[in-house]
C-alpha cells in the first residue's frame, strides 16, 4: 500500500523558513517523480514544484521560485521542500504526491494528507 | 502558461442523478488531463487521467471523455459518498495547473 506522510508544517513569521518532509512507503520510490501541491484555506489546489525520479531535473511554480527547494534523498525514501522568505500568501496545507512516472508529463496517482503551513505575524 | 477553467462553480444534484461537470483548457492539451475528487477534510484523490481511463479502483460511474480543450466528467448516477469538488488538471505542459474546481453538492 502506497502511504505518504508528510511532516514539518507549523506556524512561522513572514520572512521565516520550514523545511517540510515527505516520508514515502510501499512503492519503489526511487522509481517515480514526486510532486508538492498545496491549497490554501478554503481554496483551489496549486502545484508548487516537482523532481525527477533521481533528483536530477526540477520545476517549481512561479509564485515560489528562488525561495522554495524541492530535493529528495532516495536512500531514505524522503521527499523534502525547503521554504524561505516565507509570505502570509504561502499560507496552505502542503500535500506531497507521488507521479505515475519518472519525469515528463505530470499528475498525481498517490497523495499524502498533507501538513499545515502558517504564515503570520 | 495553460489556463483551466471548469463549470460550473457549484452543482446540485439529486442522488441517483447524472452529473456532468465540464472543463476547458486555453489552448489544447490532446489527452493529458487528470480529474481528482476531494472530500471535506481529506486529500485529493485521482479519478480519471489520460482524459478517459480510470485510475485503480474507481468505480465506473465515474467516466471521462473529450480532447484538446474541452473535456467533460460524468458521474452516471450519483451517491451519497461522491458529493464532493472535482478539479481538473492539465499535464500537457508546465505548469500543471488545476481549474478551480466544481463542487457537487446535494439538491
Known amino acids: 500500500e502506497v502511504q505518504l506522510l508528510e511532516s514539518g508544517g507549523g506556524s512561522v513569521q513572514p520572512g521565516g523558513s520550514l523545511r517540510l518532509s515527505c516520508a514515502a512507503s510501499?512503492?519503489?520510490?526511487?522509481?517515480?517523480?514526486m510532486s508538492w501541491v498545496r491549497q490554501a484555506p478554503g481554496k483551489g489546489l496549486e502545484w508548487v514544484s516537482s523532481?525527477?525520479?533521481?533528483?536530477?531535473?526540477?520545476k517549481y511554480a512561479d509564485s515560489v521560485k528562488g525561495r522554495f527547494t524541492i530535493s529528495r534523498d532516495n536512500s531514505k525514501n524522503t521527499l523534502y521542500l525547503q521554504t524561505y522568505n516565507l509570505r502570509a500568501e504561502d499560507t496552505a496545507i502542503y500535500y506531497c504526491?507521488?507521479?505515475?512516472?519518472?519525469?515528463?508529463?505530470?499528475?498525481?496517482?498517490?497523495w499524502g494528507q498533507g501538513t499545515l503551513v502558517t504564515v503570520s505575524s | 502558461e495553460i489556463v483551466m477553467t471548469q463549470s460550473p462553480a457549484t452543482l446540485s444534484v439529486s442522488p441517483g442523478e447524472r452529473a456532468t461537470l465540464s472543463c476547458r483548457a486555453s489552448?489544447?492539451?490532446?489527452?493529458?488531463l487528470a480529474w481528482y475528487q476531494q472530500k471535506p477534510g481529506q486529500a485529493p484523490r485521482l479519478l480519471i487521467y489520460?482524459?478517459?481511463t480510470r485510475a485503480t479502483g474507481i468505480p465506473a460511474r465515474f467516466s471521462g471523455s473529450g480532447s484538446g480543450t474541452e473535456f467533460t466528467l460524468t458521474i452516471s448516477s450519483l451517491q451519497s459518498e461522491d458529493f464532493a469538488v472535482f478539479y481538473c488538471?492539465?499535464?500537457?505542459?508546465?505548469?500543471?495547473?488545476f481549474g478551480q474546481g466544481t463542487k457537487v453538492e446535494i439538491k
Open positions: 489552448q489544447s492539451v490532446s489527452n493529458s
Open positions: 488538471q492539465q499535464y500537457y505542459d508546465w505548469p500543471p495547473w
Open positions: 510501499g512503492f519503489t520510490f526511487n522509481t517515480y517523480a
Open positions: 523532481i525527477s525520479n533521481d533528483g536530477g531535473s526540477t
Open positions: 504526491a507521488k507521479d505515475p512516472r519518472d519525469w515528463g508529463w505530470i499528475y498525481f496517482d498517490y
Open positions: 489520460g482524459a478517459s
